[in-house]
């Protein structure tokens, strides 16, 4: 009677240590959905979530992502640990040759945000350059004898800048 015991206590123990040998796939898919600024399934979001059946190791560092091929229509997820891995996630709503729509046009009024370990800061500014949500642009802020900046698209009217 005791030993069916300790073998359920033992199996109910080892469940949680198991569910930890893997990476959270939903953070995976997060990840993306921050990177283009628009929900799964949206045009210019990830066309479906991240395979589940994945067995991906932890990472146990910031998700980095990215722009994937010239074409804008693949985003890159990778862990960057030595040892981590690269998912490539495609976007829906686009079709072979069609980059992502702008959301910041040369001339507009931006906000600049640079961001790093809890705090952010914010400068309103001009985009010098066009570019979609997730690639980079030149902004210039108000100061005009301050030099260009270059800054990540995050939405349309606001670009950003990560300090290590």
């Given at each position: 009677m005791i030993r069916?015991?300790?073998?359920?206590?033992?199996l109910t123990l080892a469940l949680p240590a198991q569910a930890q040998t893997h990476a959270d796939l939903a953070e995976v898919d997060r990840a993306v959905a921050s990177f283009t600024g628009v929900l799964q399934g949206q045009p210019g979001g990830a066309a479906l979530p991240v395979d589940r059946r994945l067995r991906l190791t932890p990472c146990r560092a910031a998700l980095a992502t990215g722009w994937y091929g010239a074409r804008q229509d693949t985003v890159e997820v990778s862990c960057p640990m030595p040892g981590g891995w690269r998912l490539f996630v495609?976007?829906?709503?686009?079709?072979?040759?069609?980059?992502?729509?702008p959301a910041i046009t040369r001339g507009d009024a931006v906000s600049i945000a640079v961001s790093?370990?809890?705090?952010?800061v914010a400068q309103s500014g001009?985009?010098?350059?066009?570019?979609?949500?997730?690639?980079?642009?030149?902004?210039?802020?108000?100061?005009?004898?301050a030099p260009a900046l270059r800054a990540r698209v995050i939405r349309p009217g606001l670009v950003g800048i990560e300090l290590p």
């Open positions: 069916p015991l300790l073998a359920a206590a033992a495609p976007l829906a709503g686009m079709t072979r040759g069609e980059a992502a729509p790093g370990d809890g705090f952010t001009e985009a010098l350059e066009s570019g979609a949500v997730g690639t980079w642009i030149k902004v210039r802020t108000a100061n005009p004898s």
